[in-house]
């Protein structure tokens, strides 16, 4: 008798528990969440990040621990970083990396760009590259036709670009190096714009110091023959070795 009554007991519980389920939604419809950080849109993010651990306080998430975030063309990896979604920005440090590839009409080529610092800087609203101190930048150019490969070793104190810009700027202890088998060429400025849909590097310096080492053929000799271009401006294309100093 006593086993029966245990048993009803449990069965009315149960059906009470259906029967409330049944009639009341898990979430309120006036609900209204604290915070609108972890809230997940119906939309396809435009960016992915991966992080160890997250921590977010007063509008600032930060991210520690195998950092990755990966946009378009764009694969950004670090130890720390800083996250903002109003407005939207990201601050890696701890052993930064930006890996861009894209594909360049104008010259017909595949540029790989690989950007490591000390700081590196992307914002999406104000479409803001900024990378600052020991910045080496080492950038791979291939044919489409897969015919003609190039390698730029950029290194420089600062970085800035815009994402609707062509133009990257560097200042500071500016060197460019091309290791180019035998024949590597190499300059240095005070600043250097690498144009990149037309991959010409411009080295400039006030005092005329700007130069770049490179080589041209002797239709004489048909032999490389080292020629070095120094002035206040010096325009390099990193494709066809072709420079000219003012």
């Known amino acids: 008798m006593r086993k029966n009554l245990i048993y009803l007991i449990a069965l009315f519980i149960i059906i009470s528990i259906k029967l409330f389920a049944a009639n009341e939604p898990l979430v309120p419809e006036d609900f209204i969440p604290a915070s609108d950080t972890f809230i997940i849109k119906k939309e396809k993010p435009d960016a992915v990040i991966i992080a160890d651990t997250l ?22 990896t670090c130890g720390k970083a800083l996250l903002s979604n109003k ?58 036709d897969l015919a003609t490969h190039t390698r730029v070793i950029i290194t420089s104190d600062d970085l800035i670009g815009k994402e609707d810009s062509e133009r990257l ?34 080295l400039s ?22 020629r070095s271009l120094k002035g206040k401006r010096v325009i390099y294309n990193t494709l ?5 100093s003012e």
């Not at 007063?58 to 378009?72: E, F, N, P, S, Y």
């Not at 005329?208 to 023959?225: C, S, V």
């Open 240 to 244: 066809t070795k072709e420079g000219i």
């Open 205 to 226: 310096s006030s005092a005329g110091n700007a130069l770049i080492n490179t080589w041209e053929l002797n239709p004489d000799t048909n032999q490389k023959e080292k």
């Open 55 to 76: 921590f977010a306080k007063d509008g600032i998430i930060t991210l520690d621990g195998r950092v990755k975030a990966t946009r378009l063309n764009d694969i950004l």
């Open 169 to 202: 700027i560097f200042s500071g202890n500016v060197k460019i190096y091309e290791p180019e088998g035998e024949n590597p060429s190499d300059g240095k400025g005070d600043r250097l714009d690498y144009l990149r849909k037309r991959s010409l590097a411009v």
């Open 87 to 144: 407005p939207q920005w990201i601050l890696a440090t701890i052993r930064p990396s930006l890996f861009r590839k894209e594909s360049v009409l104008e010259t017909r080529v595949v540029r790989e760009m690989n950007i490591t610092a000390k700081n590196i800087y992307l914002g999406k609203d104000d479409g803001l590259l900024s990378a600052s101190d020991t910045v080496v930048v080492t950038i791979d150019e291939t044919t489409w």
